[in-house]
């Protein structure tokens, strides 16, 4: 038993969360788990039934996970973007979550900027908003004015929250390590899920992390005038506090609003489309939080074109050139309707891991492409196609990268989004074009040439490295040492054995080095006929010396 299941305050934790579970009837998974093995509780607490029976266990679920607070609200968003683990049904509910909570008292705020920038803090701020413009579970941003007059937010994280979190990981640590054991952990791993989430989850607290994230998509979309990243002043941000240039504008999916202001909505889904193309397929980097909340749309003075406002660039999604470069081969050959090669490509990135029916995989992947045969692009639902890819990826447990898991969630956000502004944009149609372009210049010399030239370096490297290996190889044998070491009986038959398997791996190894060494002289006897006649010679005494060799085995029979 690890030493902090002793300590009072994640015992009492350990109990809550249990109780909680399994008052929505999750009892028997905690059983199975075998937790009361290392933690003493009640066993009655197991056998409790959900109390509301009118609730769905993915209901249930969602409603556990809300009641656990913060980090179990951030583990439920997380799951929500992993259908490889649990149902449809589950993905759908836990993608309701809503990560917001009372809001804490401004006296408690005022407490901890003063810890975190002292007595006089005030000489930072002209003024700060008590009113917080919205309060979630690790932070709440309040509108405040610098000395110079600069409009800005402060992003403060709620007092106490880090003590909580680092307890509620631990716990879910210790858990993950429960689960582990059984045949489903075996599969899934849960240990590494829960590493990746706290690893995810303390990120997210570092707001000098966000900060840096939202420089880089600065930086990315530097020519991109229908996008604004708003400016952090890094002079007054600190690990737990992120003060950040404040944004005005109509959020992003209140059409009413838009509308009556004359925004073309149809250009601001289309500009929407065009930056979730560039910033997955061309940037590998990606805004992994997309709700309406987080966009906020104004209007160029000068051009009078609409411009998007993002903030909050806590969750962030990475794709290595290697991840985009599937996607784009997934893309291809599932437009192509070549669904044994869409299965076959899972099979090579490791996608398809056990023992499952790849012939029926096959016909299910070969219905579902089937079904969108000539349809236009507008009529093609991104959010059905996605969840029968995730019903797939549950039946036949798919396993991807989880970057790949979020970045479908998060395209099945963004698509909503443009489908909200506008009916007929559909984010598919937007991606094909980038697909197709980058497809052709990733087989320009350009492009895959450098890669090469630096594997033929390493292979002419290694080639200048085989005469020193095979000089020290003859070398060892003149000494009588193997490089190798062998263990077996030491009866006389044996001894017997191993002696002529000795003179054979002896002479084999002297041919290959006699051949080796006369390949080194071939291109210095090319200018003498006598040497390259003498080299030729070698050539052949070596090649009877192996042929005699293997005779030799073959008419042994050992």
């Known amino acids: 038993m690890l030493t902090y299941i002793r300590r009072g305050h994640n015992y009492q934790r350990y109990y809550q969360i249990i109780g909680v579970f399994t008052r929505h009837g999750f009892g028997s998974l905690?059983?199975?788990?075998?937790?009361?093995?290392?933690?003493?509780?009640?066993?009655?607490?197991?056998?409790?039934?959900?109390?509301?029976?009118?609730?769905?266990?993915?209901?249930?679920?969602?409603?556990?996970?809300?009641?656990?607070?913060?980090?179990?609200?951030?583990?439920?968003?997380?799951?929500?973007?992993?259908?490889?683990?649990?149902?449809?049904?589950?993905?759908?509910?836990?993608?309701?979550?809503?990560?917001?909570?009372?809001?804490?008292?401004?006296?408690?705020?005022?407490?901890?900027?003063?810890?975190?920038?002292?007595?006089?803090?005030?000489?930072?701020?002209?003024?700060?908003?008590?009113?917080?413009?919205?309060?979630?579970?690790?932070?709440?941003v309040h509108p405040a004015i610098l000395r110079d007059g600069s409009q800005v937010v402060i992003k403060v994280q709620r007092p106490g929250i880090l003590k909580t979190i680092q307890a509620d990981l631990e716990i879910l640590s210790e858990i993950a390590g429960f689960a582990q054991r059984t045949s489903w952990g075996q599969i899934y791993n849960p240990v590494e899920i829960v590493a990746q989430f706290a690893f995810t989850l303390q990120n997210e607290l570092d707001y000098r992390r966000e900060g840096i994230n939202a420089d880089r998509f600065r930086a990315n979309f530097s020519g991109e005038k229908h996008l604004y990243i708003p400016k952090i002043y890094w002079e007054y941000s600190t690990n737990r506090v992120l003060i950040m240039e404040r944004l005005y504008g109509i959020k992003i999916d209140d059409t009413e609003a838009l509308d009556a202001n004359g925004i073309d909505r149809r250009?601001?889904?289309?500009?929407?489309?065009?930056?979730?193309?560039?910033?997955?397929?061309?940037?590998?980097?990606?805004?992994?939080?997309?709700?309406?909340?987080?966009?906020?749309?104004?209007?160029?003075?000068?051009?009078?074109?609409?411009?998007?406002?993002?903030?909050?660039?806590?969750?962030?999604?990475?794709?290595?050139?290697?991840?985009?470069?599937?996607?784009?081969?997934?893309?291809?050959?599932?437009?192509?309707?070549?669904?044994?090669?869409?299965?076959?490509?899972?099979?090579?990135?490791?996608?398809?891991?056990?023992?499952?029916?790849?012939?029926?995989?096959?016909?299910?992947?070969?219905?579902?492409?089937?079904?969108?045969?000539?349809?236009?692009?507008?009529?093609?639902?991104?959010?059905?196609?996605?969840?029968?890819?995730?019903?797939?990826?549950?039946?036949?447990?798919?396993i991807l990268p989880p970057n790949l898991w979020l970045l479908i969630k998060t395209i099945t956000m963004m698509d909503g989004l443009a489908r909200e502004l506008d009916p007929d944009v559909d984010l598919f149609a937007a991606f094909g074009p980038a697909i197709k372009r980058i497809s052709i210049e990733n087989r320009m010399p350009w492009v895959w040439g450098p890669s090469l030239i630096e594997e033929l370096e390493t292979f002419f490297f290694a080639l200048r490295e085989l005469p020193g290996i095979g000089e020290r190889f003859v070398r060892r044998l003149q000494h009588g040492e193997l490089p190798f070491q062998i263990s077996m009986g030491a009866n006389k038959e044996t001894l017997e054995h191993i002696e002529r398997i000795s003179t054979r791996i002896s002479l084999s190894l002297l041919t290959a080095a006699f051949i080796l060494g006369l390949a080194l002289l071939f291109p210095l006897a090319e200018a003498n006929q006598i040497a390259l006649i003498l080299v030729m010679i070698g050539f052949a005494a070596a090649l009877l010396l192996g042929i005699w060799i293997i005779i030799s085995i073959f008419r042994s029979g050992k």
């Open 30 to 140: 905690i059983e199975q788990l075998q937790i009361q093995k290392y933690l003493p509780f009640p066993t009655p607490l197991l056998k409790q039934s959900a109390r509301d029976t009118h609730l769905s266990p993915s209901e249930h679920l969602r409603v556990a996970l809300e009641e656990l607070g913060p980090t179990f609200i951030k583990l439920g968003q997380i799951l929500s973007t992993r259908p490889d683990l649990l149902p449809s049904d589950f993905i759908e509910e836990l993608s309701k979550l809503q990560d917001e909570v009372p809001e804490t008292p401004w006296e408690k705020i005022d407490k901890f900027l003063i810890e975190e920038y002292g007595d006089n803090y005030f000489e930072i701020f002209q003024n700060i908003e008590p009113k917080p413009l919205g309060s979630a579970s690790l932070a709440q």
């Open 267 to 398: 250009q601001v889904a289309l500009i929407t489309a065009n930056i979730v193309v560039k910033e997955i397929m061309e940037d590998g980097f990606f805004h992994a939080d997309p709700h309406p909340g987080n966009f906020l749309i104004t209007v160029d003075e000068e051009t009078r074109e609409p411009v998007i406002g993002a903030m909050d660039f806590g969750m962030i999604g990475y794709l290595s050139k290697t991840d985009r470069m599937n996607i784009i081969d997934a893309y291809l050959l599932s437009t192509k309707l070549e669904s044994r090669a869409v299965v076959e490509h899972m099979l090579r990135i490791g996608a398809i891991t056990g023992d499952i029916d790849i012939d029926k995989l096959d016909r299910d992947v070969d219905r579902m492409l089937n079904q969108y045969v000539g349809l236009p692009l507008k009529s093609i639902q991104t959010r059905r196609l996605i969840e029968e890819l995730m019903h797939l990826a549950f039946e036949y447990r798919i």
